[in-house]
């Protein structure tokens, strides 16, 4: 059996659990006289600081963990159907905080709307994405392009290709491809300017336990729980969220001394990188207000 054959077994019958778990739900809130649920999805692009946010939202009262994460693509590599993200978004306990890397689209959207969802969408400097995207990649064995990365000589190769991506056919015979990071985000972008959801910068949030500004990220904790419509004392809000009463090290992401910091990327991007990252998401960064200007 091919790997892709394995592959595409397996998916399906994660499927058909989730499938499974979800019409055993529906059918249990009928039997209630239950109409629906809400749900909260914690939902960002891939290596932007989920954890950051989802540590802030299970700490919340009356907001629940959910250990799972829904994501449009498969560890494998391949792209997960609507009815999958349907199925394992609604199979969430009413009142879950719901993990998720899902672009935006017009049927994700239909998905989420069907759960009575509100979503936070935390995105971050894409070139310090690239850089823990590099890392992740050549950590995590079950990722599609872990083979692939492991077979470059440094991390200087591995970081490029997390910038510019990986062609079909590169290495010969392969037919597994990442495309370039700004194209990658692409897909994410709409959520930033959708006016049901509230996006927020990873810099912002992140604190003075990142380098960023403690004062910053206190405010977006209130306007985080203004769009969930909770309210909370001024005094809770600045103990229980201070950016040193969370711990970093739950993520199970956590890198000592090169996760959970504004600006890492200096340390690894060469002139070389600097090039590449300018031709694919130069214009990007401008735009998402981390440079003003092509020249850094």
Known sequence: MSYQLRDIVRLHGRDALFAT???R?????????????????CNSYPKSGTHLLYQILYSIPGLQKWDDIVSVQALCGIINTVSHVRWKVGSAPDGSIVRSHLMYCNEILEVLKEFNCKVLFIYRDLRDVAVSHARWITKEERI??????????????QLMSS???????SPFGSNLSQPDIGTDFSRWHG?????TAFAVKFEDLVGERGGGSEEKRL????????YLEINLPIDQIK???????LNPEESHTF???GKGSIGGWQAYFTEAHKQAFKEVAGDLLIELGYEQDTDW
Do not use: C, M, N, T
Not at 163 to 169: A, L, M, R, S, T
Not at 219 to 226: N, S
């Open 191 to 195: 959520w930033i300017a959708d006016p």
């Open 25 to 41: 739900s529906k059918l249990y809130d009928q039997l209630r006289g239950k109409v629906g649920k809400s749900l909260v999805v």
């Open 144 to 157: 599609f392009l872990h083979d692939i990365y492991k077979h470059y000589p440094g991390f200087d190769e």
């Open 255 to 257: 890198k000592k001394g």
């Open 21 to 23: 778990q979800y019409w």
């Open 239 to 245: 103990s229980q969220f201070a950016s040193r009463a």
């Open 219 to 226: 405010y977006l904790v209130e306007q985080i729980l203004d």
């Open 163 to 169: 910038i510019k991506g990986v062609p079909v056919g």
